[in-house]
C-alpha cells in the first residue's frame, strides 16, 4: 500500500470516528447551541446592541430544543440564569417599541414559570413553525449568512485580493469538503462575474468541489 | 452567562458536524485550557488534530505529484 494509499485510509479512519462521536451527541448539541446563541444576544445587548428581535427569533425557534419538548432542569437553570442577565439590559435600554414590550414579556412569562411548564411553553409554540416553515429556511439561511460572513473573514485575513480569497475558499471546498467555503466560493464567483472578472476557471473548480463534496457525502 | 471556554467546546463539535475541521481546530484550542483534563475532549480535540496533520499531508503528497507529472511533459 502506497503512502497516499495509507494516508487516505487513515482519513477515512478519523473522519469516521469524528462523525459518530459527535452524532452521539446531536441533541445534546443543539440545545447547548441555542444556550450559546443565547448568550450571545446577552452579551450583545450589554454592549447597546438593538437585539430585541433576535431574542423573539430565539424564543420561536424551536429547532434546538429536543424532540420531547423537555429541558434538563440544569439547562432550564442555565437559561433562566442568561434570561435574568437579558431582561436587565433590555429594562435599561427599552426604547417602548411594542417588540421590546413584547420580548419582556415572554422573558418574564419564562422566568415566572416552574421548571416543569417550560416544555409546556414549547409545546404551545411548536404549531407557529408547523404552520410556516419557510421561517425555518429563513432563519437557517440567515444564520448561513452570518457564518459565511465569518468564514470570509478569516480566509480573507492577510490578503490582497479577492481572487486570492476565492482562491483560499475554494481550495478548503475541495480538500475538506467544507459546505460553507463551497457556498462562500459561488458568492464570491457570481460578484466577480458581474464585475466582469474572467471567472470560468474558478467555475470549473468550483464544479470539481461540488463534486468531490457529493461523492464525500454518498461515501459517508 | 455561560464560560467562553464551554462555548468554544460547543462550536468546536458543531464544527466537527459539519466538516469544518479547521474551524473545529480552533475553537478547541479556544477550549483547551479549561478542558485539558477532560479525557473526552482530548480524545475529540486531538482526534481532530491528527486529522487536520493527514490532511495537510495529502495535499502535499497530492501537489508533489502534480509537479512531477508536469516535470515529465516539460521533458518529452
Redesign the interface.
Known sequence: MSRTESLKRLEKVLESFLERATALKDERLSVLDGMNRLDDLTRLSSEGAKVADDVADWFADKSFWPNNGRLRDADCRRIEGILEHLQTNLQSSDDGSPAHSKVLGVIEDWLSSSSSDKGSITLRRQPESAEAPEIDTIHRFKSSLESLAGLFENLAHGKQHLMSTLDAALTKANEEKNTEALLLSACVIYFMRLDNYKVEPYVKRLRQAEQAIKESSADA | ??KQA??AY??A??A????????AAEQFEKASGFFRNDQEFR??SE??R??LV??G???R??KD?ELQIEEVFTDG
Open positions: 452567562m455561560l464551554e462555548k460547543v462550536k463539535l458543531t466537527v458536524r459539519r466538516k469544518d475541521y479547521q474551524e480524545l475529540l482526534t481532530n491528527l486529522l493527514v490532511k499531508e495529502l495535499a503528497l497530492e505529484s
